[in-house]
């Protein structure tokens, strides 16, 4: 965000101050971290050594045995998780394609990747840019039809579970795993390090990271646009009375699936990026390619969305005409003319529910 500010013309000395800031929360973050690692570990040791002092005083060979195998076993953890957070050494990432270590980029690129089942070349040795950029055309159909299929239930999470703790919770692990499949689907080797530079970048790319009331209306557009589309009136039960209540479905499911598209796209530019500059046009081109994911997805829910509530509202409508009383020989005019308008409206729901269900 901060780069694209920046090329925008944004305040320099603005984004100085918010650079510094965060240098300081990294490195309290980390100072944090080691230091609960660090009191992780001298309580595992002593728990280590006092279940060794109980076994030897059973047996005293035991007790070193015990103690020899906890550590062993400490070592082979701490190896593993220190292998799989730090990444083998590469080549310096260039800043465009006339850096020195541009072409040692590539090569490095093309041995960590997965080939793609579809790729015209898979068995070729000297892979370069052209045979890279291939590879990533066609993971980057996998990506986005991941994105797509994550997005469509945002959609249906985000319309019914909409300002509760469940929708955010199941919205945010759908996107978490969202950003792990992607890693996945373009990394040969996984490592810890990658991946949360990875999330780390998806975030800070989405609307609301870092707070600028400027880029809101780029984001919003797409929005409105999709849940305003040329089919929703026509799918709305009950004409304009009831257009307020189902909009609030349509907006925060088409929020969501925006969100979610977001997130896919922006993962799957930052995992192909082969420079600075790709990286610099990452969240501009996102923006775009995430507005039309959003109108297609709304377009393909929005009738499954729109049946589902009007045959939920027309259902609540008939129960609830349901609890009038019936006219009866006591009754005054004012009770049997509403007994006779309950009667008529449950008929006419009930007919139309019927004639929908006959329809292919």
Known sequence: MVVTRL??????????????????????????????????????????????????????????????????????????????????????FPENEGSPSYDAHIRNLSKTQPTHPMHPEPLKENRDRRWLRSNHKLLETDALNITKEVAIKNFFVGAFAQNTSYGTTTSLMNNLKLVWRIYKLHHRSHYGRDLLDLYRFTYESLPLSDFNKEELPSHIKPIIQSSFSNTLATLLPGGNLLTPFFLNFFLAGSTNTYLTCLTGIISTHYCQSLSEEDKAEIVRQSQFEASFMLKEIVKECNPILSKTISNAVKKAGIESLDSVQPSTSSSNLAQDIVSHLAKSLKNIIRENVESEKEKP
């Open 7 to 92: 090329l925008a013309g944004g305040n320099p000395p603005a984004c100085t101050n918010c650079s510094a800031m965060k240098r300081k929360l990294r490195f309290l973050l980390k100072t944090a971290l080691i230091f609960s690692l660090l009191l992780l570990l001298i309580f595992l040791f002593n728990q280590l050594y006092l279940f060794a002092s109980f076994v030897g005083s059973l047996h005293p060979a035991a007790g070193y045995v015990v103690l020899a195998i906890g550590v062993g076993l400490f070592g082979i953890l701490l190896f593993s998780a220190v292998s799989f957070w730090r990444s083998p050494s590469k080549p310096a």
